[in-house]
C-alpha cells in the first residue's frame, strides 16, 4: 500500500473501467507515498503533482486537486509563480464550469486513515457511489491519441531551430520527453477522454533517449520502431490505429500526431467508418497531400503543434 506504483496502476485500471472517482482516489494515494519520500527529489515532486493537478482539472476534481496544491506544492521545486498559476486554473475551472464535485472522500479505511476534513488530504475507504463518475465526467466523448513521436517531436525541435535564440532556449524545456508527453495528454483531453494513448518511435536513438520511459509513465503505450520502411514509426502507428479501430469500436474522436503524408490511407479508412480525424502537425511539417482534405464536409480537422506546445503566437 506504500508503494506508489501500485497506486498508479490501480489508477490506470480504474480510468480505463470509467469509474473515475475510484483513479482519482488511487492517484492521492500514490502521491502521498511520494510527497514524504526524501530520496525523491524536488524536481521529480513537482513533476507528479504536475500531473495529479493536470488529471483532476480534466476530470472534474478541481476543487480537490486545489487543496492538494496548497497543502503540498512547498515539498517540490515548484516556485511561487508556479503555484499562483495553478491556483488560477484550478479556480477558474470551478466558477466557469460549476462542476460539482465528484464523492473523491470517504469513511476512514482499514488502517486508521482518517476521514476527509479540512486541511486534510482525501483519503481511500469504501468506493465511492456509482453516481460519482457521472459527475466527474463520465459523458465525455472516448477518444484515441495516436502520436508518431519521431514526427512530433523532430518538427517541434525544427520549429525552435528556426525561432530566436533566447526566445528558442526558454522553451527547450517543452520538449523534454515528461513535459511533452503530458502536455500532449492534457491538450487532447479538450476533444473527449483519451481512453487509447499510443506513441511511437525507434526510441533506441540519442535524440529520443528516455523518452518511452516517459510516456509510459504519462499512460501511453509505446511500441518500438526501426529505421527501415517496413518498422518506421509510420507504419507501426498505422497498424494501431486500425487495431483501435478493430477492437474499440466507441471511439469515435482520433488525434493523430504527425504531417506525415503515409497517413492519408488510414485517416480515409477512419473517415468512412464515421470517425472523427484530428490533425496535429507543425505548418512546416505537413504534408501537402492533405490539402485536399482540410475544406470541405469531411475535411479533416488540424491543430498546430507549435501552437499547442509553445503558445499561440509561435507559429507567427
Known amino acids: 500500500g506504500r508503494v506508489f506504483k501500485n497506486w498508479e496502476c490501480a489508477a490506470g485500471l480504474n480510468e480505463a473501467a470509467g ?62 509563480a508556479d503555484a499562483r498559476i495553478w491556483e488560477e486554473r484550478l479556480g477558474q475551472r470551478e466558477r466557469l464550469t460549476g462542476e460539482p464535485r465528484a464523492a473523491a472522500y470517504a469513511e476512514p479505511g482499514p488502517e486508521g486513515e482518517e476521514a476527509d476534513r479540512e ?21 465525455r466523448e472516448p477518444l484515441a491519441l495516436m502520436l508518431d513521436w519521431e514526427n512530433v517531436k523532430l518538427s517541434l525541435a525544427d520549429v525552435l531551430d528556426e525561432m ?57 503505450l509505446s511500441d518500438i520502431a526501426g529505421d527501415e520502411k517496413f518498422n518506421s514509426s509510420d507504419h507501426v502507428l498505422r497498424e494501431k490505429i486500425h487495431q483501435v479501430l478493430r477492437q474499440h469500436p466507441e471511439i469515435r474522436v482520433y488525434i493523430i500526431g504527425t504531417g506525415d503524408g503515409d497517413f492519408h490511407e488510414a485517416i480515409t479508412t477512419l473517415q468512412r467508418e464515421g470517425k472523427q480525424v484530428i490533425l496535429w502537425s507543425t505548418r512546416r511539417s505537413v504534408n501537402g497531400v492533405y490539402g485536399e482534405r482540410l475544406a470541405g464536409p469531411d475535411r479533416i480537422k488540424i491543430e498546430w503543434l507549435e501552437d499547442l506546445v509553445f503558445g499561440e503566437d509561435a507559429g507567427t
Open 19 to 80: 469509474d473515475l472517482a475510484a483513479a482519482w482516489r488511487c492517484r492521492l494515494q500514490s502521491w502521498r507515498a511520494t510527497q514524504p519520500k526524501r530520496n525523491v527529489e524536488p524536481r521529480k515532486k513537482a513533476q507528479v503533482l504536475r500531473a495529479l493537478l493536470a488529471w483532476g482539472q480534466r476530470n472534474g476534481f478541481a476543487e480537490d486537486a486545489l487543496r492538494v496544491l496548497k497543502q503540498s506544492w512547498r515539498d517540490t521545486s515548484l516556485t511561487d
Open 119 to 139: 486541511g486534510s488530504m482525501p483519503v481511500m475507504g469504501r468506493p465511492a457511489p456509482r453516481n460519482a463518475g457521472d459527475a466527474a465526467g463520465l459523458g
Open 164 to 220: 530566436a535564440d533566447p526566445r528558442a532556449q526558454s522553451l527547450r524545456s517543452r520538449l523534454a520527453g515528461p513535459e511533452l508527453a503530458q502536455r500532449l495528454r492534457d491538450v487532447a483531453g479538450r476533444h473527449g477522454l483519451p481512453r487509447q494513448r499510443w506513441a511511437v518511435a525507434d526510441w533506441d536513438r540519442p535524440s529520443f533517449e528516455g523518452d518511452q520511459k516517459a510516456v509510459k509513465s504519462a499512460g501511453y
